[in-house]
């Protein structure tokens, strides 16, 4: 399965927590930046515990006898909430293929979880364009299901951050000029080229037949396509 979603070859033989090869990871190696099914997300060691931040969600991940962790969330810190199916996964670190990724373990084997992400140069040119956009393509039912939208930086990271029914998902684009840009990570709608265009003396972007107009005193619009 990870050949078959990612590229990566998978090892020889099926992973354990135990394996020599792929041992249970360290918890520091977690923390940093991912592309993960959810989106951008951020691992951070906060006093010796980690805690994964997606889409304005904070989940934490507790380690097992086994040295795999765990995603668990707790209302208000305390109580905790069943997570369904994203809580049966155990998760662990390993490098494949020279990629740093996070891998799942549930009942049906090892799963690509995650890739881990470094920083980029964003040009004055992208950092122009940050700030708030509002879909305006013909579509009702994309317009019924995306609500605020959002080109930012955060931590050296170029994002679009997008709110629906299902909640905030960011996804992290890497800049190859100031015209282009890839969406970055493994997966579906992953590598896809968002395109900088210009109409009418605006500036637009164009990625999967959606657009998007800026909302504040900017007069550029963002128009996704790929």
């Given at each position: 399965?990870?050949?078959?979603?990612?590229?990566?070859?998978?090892?020889?033989?099926?992973?354990?927590c135990r394996d020599r090869r792929?041992?249970?990871?360290?918890?520091?190696t977690f923390v940093g930046s991912y592309d993960t099914p959810?989106?951008?997300?951020t691992i951070r060691n906060d006093a010796g515990?980690?805690?994964?931040?997606?889409?304005g969600q904070r989940l934490r991940l507790s380690p097992d006898a086994e040295g795999c962790f765990h995603l668990e969330y707790r209302l208000l810190g305390l109580l905790a909430l069943d997570l369904g199916k994203l809580g049966e996964y155990a998760y662990t670190r390993a490098r494949i293929a020279?990629?740093?990724?996070?891998?799942?373990?549930?009942?049906?084997?090892?799963?690509?979880?995650g890739e881990r992400l470094d920083p980029v140069p964003i040009s004055p040119r992208w950092q122009a364009r940050l700030g708030a956009y509002d879909y305006v393509g013909g579509?009702?039912?994309?317009?019924?299901?995306?609500?605020?939208?959002?080109?930012?930086?955060?931590?050296?990271?170029?994002?679009?951050?997008?709110?629906?029914?299902?909640?905030?998902?960011?996804?992290?684009?890497?800049?190859?000029?100031?015209a282009t840009a890839l969406?970055?990570?493994l997966g579906r709608g992953r590598g896809e080229t968002v395109q900088v265009r210009h109409d009418g003396g605006q500036e637009s972007m164009h990625y999967s037949g959606m657009t998007f107009r800026r909302t504040d005193t900017h007069t550029c619009s963002f128009e996704l396509s790929c």
């Open positions: 399965m990870l050949e078959a979603k990612s590229g990566i070859e998978p090892p020889l033989y099926p992973l354990t792929y041992p249970a990871a360290a918890l520091e959810l989106g951008f997300v515990k980690l805690h994964l931040q997606a889409g020279g990629r740093e990724v996070l891998l799942a373990r549930n009942e049906g084997g090892w799963h690509l979880a579509d009702g039912l994309i317009a019924g299901l995306i609500g605020r939208t959002e080109l930012k930086e955060e931590n050296g990271f170029l994002l679009v951050e997008t709110a629906s029914r299902d909640g905030v998902q960011q996804l992290a684009l890497l800049p190859l000029d100031d969406v970055r990570g």
